[in-house]
């Protein structure tokens, strides 16, 4: 899917909501040449998901959860030319 999308450009930033246990986040950021933001309602599937990531080697994985959508912290994190999928 991530081929399909072109996403392995080189914006390449993806988000995915309903991050969930990251069974595509992942993959995804394996291919992704940017970051992937894994979002999700319940910050133990964020967690979950980063966690999995940074297990697997992945540095390019930011786990957000809503209440962090407005945090100066992820403002300075977002991409500067906007996300290449959602």
């Not at 909501?17 to 964020?46: N, S």
């Not at 959508?69 to 999928?85: D, H, K, M, V």
Request: glycine share 12%; hydrophobic share 40%.
């Amino acid at each position: 899917m991530v081929e399909k999308l072109d996403c392995t450009g080189p914006c390449g930033d993806i988000v995915e909501f309903g991050c969930g246990y990251g069974a595509f986040t992942i993959p995804t950021a394996q291919l992704a040449k940017g970051r992937v933001v894994a979002l999700d309602i319940e910050p133990e599937l964020v967690a979950e998901t980063v966690r999995k990531a940074e297990a697997a080697g992945l540095s390019n994985v930011v786990g957000v959860v809503p209440g962090e959508l407005q945090s100066q912290e992820l403002i300075n994190r977002r991409p500067r030319s906007g996300f290449q999928a959602m």
